[in-house]
């Protein structure tokens, strides 16, 4: 894929020198920004809600063996088969292993980011199992042979013009009005018979349910609970993080989780699953299967990110990211983007490969002051700078400047004269109370202007000051 | 507890405030440091600005140098825990003190002790102003219109938002116009304007624009480094809005040049 073989930095080039993504992005993050706002005034109640999320997911993290262990009792209880998966790997050969016992020629697929971390799409396409992804964002993805740029808006990187485009080239019986609706009716017709003949269908979950074993889907199209009705197995692929104790706590973060996501009360559907079809039972699939996945989430835990593992996936730091919504979301290389997928793209790719991540973000805050669990993430950002120094990642240029600079700052009359010596210097450069093509000064001066220093320091001036008077 | 010193009359003589001049101001645009002084001394205090003051070590906390930090943090304790107070005409620099100190000799709890002790002391200029001093500027006049960007670390880190304006609204002559997205990042970031120059250049492009749409003459903020940023992007673009630190405004020494003006 292209993303792996660039440097970030080169993606981040191509991504600002293209004018339609920008668009696209700032369509999506901008009614996503606004949308959330108008929410958090109709919800005065915003501060406690948080806090009481945050206490829920910390208690459930602090008790994780506790809730694990109960959660699994329950839901084999109630007729479903639970797997555990170390790794990213485990998880997707167990679906895809699943998969060829049900002897599934087509599985539909329900969103979620958690099939992506563990390379599920790749890895049913790999063994030869026709993968239909059933949210119309995803499938807009999987047309365009693509990745998913936001963990709650997939195709957020093409307009709806670029889709309307792709469906009358791709789709049977393509739309002829150029509107939503039509191209919506575009996606249904090519779809719906699908969803109708898959053998196996795979969802994620937004909870998983300690006291019952059941699983929590949330989406707004219906698909979710389209797709897992007809088939006869579900499998469900979920982070050991994504545990609540009970439906009432379910609930306090589905308060949070939609608001912060959409702007919206709640989602069009929120489905649990409970174990596979009952006696009695209309419909619901044969069998049931849960596959539990760790893959870095206890090394999370110990490593100090404990933090990280409240996220409930609402998007809103990405979009209130200045540098996300500059550059969407497939420069940041790794399944998750933005802010939080800053924080975990070192933690599942390792920080060598991915330590701009942590440093391309300016430290502003808005993600944390907008995070539904308040999640410190410009201080677990610093988190993996602090890491990569101390494992030499960083680079020798700014190991060594940065060495200078607390030589010279720790002692004050070197410092004194070093800050004396460099204004004088800017100013053999400067013109019109600029400082014009001075070295070391590029990456400044190649976008905006450097304002030329005074003739003397406020110590200097500070201190013939006081000797006067 | 030290909103209500003076209220109570805890200050049976003037407080004692060491100024941090902040190494930007020191070095690219003292009338700042000199606004700063000037405000101070208005308020009622007696200020002192120490000659061992450096770097309060950001840079290198920021770039993850914690040991580096940590050094520097030292120095400023130091140099500062004599006084009453510590102000800064930052948010950034004592955003890094107040919020990050700590964290950066976390490993030594004598000195983390010693930098929250500190940290309860230092405050940012417009904040000290309002809330320990209550003080408003008189006798200020500027007849002209501003709009005003909120940095990150004084914003989210202390609160700073309303202080400044209500100081400003004292300024006779003076309108605001208000700023459309006021508490999104200018994109200046300390290191990472160098470290990722595109990323943010787009940034500032964005603020640069929304700044012109204000209207405003003047752009006014309580950061230098967020300053020079957008300064520089105005200048580049060709605007006619001019850039002043909100202390200079308030001390009344804005007749001089702008940012990046010649002088």
């Known amino acids: ?469 | 507890m030290t909103t209500t010193l003076k209220q109570i009359g805890a200050f049976s003589s003037p407080p004692r405030v060491g100024l941090f001049v902040t190494c930007l101001v020191d070095a690219m645009r003292p009338s700042v440091g000199f606004a700063t002084l000037k405000l101070l001394r208005d308020a009622g205090c007696r200020v002192e600005v120490p000659d061992a003051q450096t770097c309060c070590g950001q840079p290198a906390f920021n770039s993850g140098d914690t040991a580096d930090a940590a050094v520097l943090a030292r120095h400023f304790i130091e140099t500062f825990e004599g006084y009453d107070y510590v102000v800064a005409p930052s948010g950034s620099c004592v955003g890094m003190t107040r919020a990050h100190y700590a964290e950066a000799l976390a490993d030594d709890p004598a000195w983390a002790e010693r930098a929250r002790r500190l940290g309860e002391r230092t405050y940012e200029l417009m904040s000290f102003l309002v809330d320990v001093m209550h003080f408003a500027p008189a006798d200020v006049k500027l007849d002209t219109s501003f709009t005003y960007h909120d940095s990150c670390s004084g914003l989210r880190e202390l609160g700073v938002h309303d202080q400044p304006r209500a100081l400003l609204d004292k300024v006779s002559g003076l309108t605001l116009k208000p700023l459309e997205g006021n508490d999104v990042c200018c994109g200046f970031g300390g290191t990472f304007c160098v470290k990722y120059p595109a990323i943010s250049n787009a940034v500032v492009g964005e603020k640069a624009d929304a700044i012109e749409r204000s209207g405003a003459s003047l752009l006014l903020g309580g950061d230098l480094g967020c300053l020079m940023n957008m300064a520089g992007k105005l200048k580049r673009k060709g605007s006619n809005v001019r850039s002043f630190h909100a202390a200079e405004v308030l001390a009344g020494m804005a007749g001089g040049p702008a940012i990046g003006e010649e002088r």
């Open chain 1, 1 to 469: 894929m292209q993303e792996a073989t660039l440097s970030f930095k080169a993606r981040a080039k191509e991504a600002l020198a293209d004018p339609t993504l920008k668009i696209a992005i700032d369509r999506t993050t901008g009614t996503a920004e606004r949308k959330r706002a108008v929410a958090m005034t109709q919800f005065p109640q915003f501060e406690a809600a948080r806090e009481r999320g945050k206490r829920i997911k910390d208690h459930v993290i602090a008790n994780l063996d506790h809730y694990l262990l109960e959660f699994e009792r329950n839901a084999i209880a109630s007729g479903a088969k639970v797997h555990w998966a170390r790794t990213a790997e485990e998880a997707s050969q167990i679906v895809v292993r699943l998969c060829k016992e049900a002897g599934a020629k087509r599985v539909t697929r329900v969103k979620s980011m958690l099939g992506e971390e563990i390379g599920l799409p790749h890895a049913l396409d790999e063994a030869g199992i026709e993968r239909v992804e059933t949210d119309l964002a995803e499938h807009i993805v999987q047309l365009g042979g693509d990745r998913p740029s936001h963990i709650v808006w997939p195709s957020m990187h093409r307009t709806r013009e670029q889709v309307s485009e792709m469906f009358k080239r791709l789709h049977r019986a393509p739309h002829q009005e150029e509107t939503i609706e039509a191209m919506v009716d575009s996606a249904r017709r090519e779809l719906r018979d699908k969803f109708l003949s898959a053998d196996v269908a795979i969802s994620g979950a937004n909870f998983l349910l300690a006291d019952t074993g059941a699983t929590c889907t949330v989406t707004n199209e219906g698909n979710a609970e389209l797709t897992t009705t007809p088939p006869r197995v579900h499998i469900v692929t979920a982070g050991i993080e994504k545990l609540v104790p009970s439906m009432g706590h379910a609930i306090a973060m589905l308060r949070l989780l939609v608001r912060s996501a959409t702007g919206a009360d709640v989602t069009q559907y929120t489905t649990f699953h409970c174990g596979p079809k009952q006696t009695g039972d209309r419909d619901g699939p044969e069998e049931f299967h849960i596959v539990l996945v760790d893959n870095g989430r206890t090394r999370m835990l110990r490593e100090g990110m404990k933090d990280m593992l409240r996220c409930i996936r609402c998007g809103a730091c990405m979009n209130h990211c200045v540098v996300f919504r500059q550059l969407g979301g497939h420069v940041y290389g790794g399944t998750y983007p933005g802010p939080m997928g800053a924080v975990l793209t070192p933690v599942f790719d390792g920080l060598e490969s991915s330590r701009d991540l942590p440093h391309a973000c300016t430290m502003n805050g808005k993600c944390q002051e907008v995070c539904p669990v308040a999640i410190p993430l410009p201080t677990l950002l610093r988190g993996w700078r602090d890491r990569s120094w101390r494992e030499g990642l960083e680079p020798a240029t700014v190991r060594f400047g940065l060495g200078i600079h607390t030589f010279v700052a720790s002692r004050p009359r070197l410092y004194r004269l070093g800050t004396a010596i460099a204004i004088r210097v800017m100013r053999l450069f400067s013109r019109g109370g600029l400082v014009k093509g001075m070295p070391g000064l590029g990456a400044w001066t190649a976008y905006r202007e450097f304002p030329a220093p005074a003739k003397r320091t406020f110590m200097e001036m500070y201190k013939d000051q006081e000797k006067g008077q």
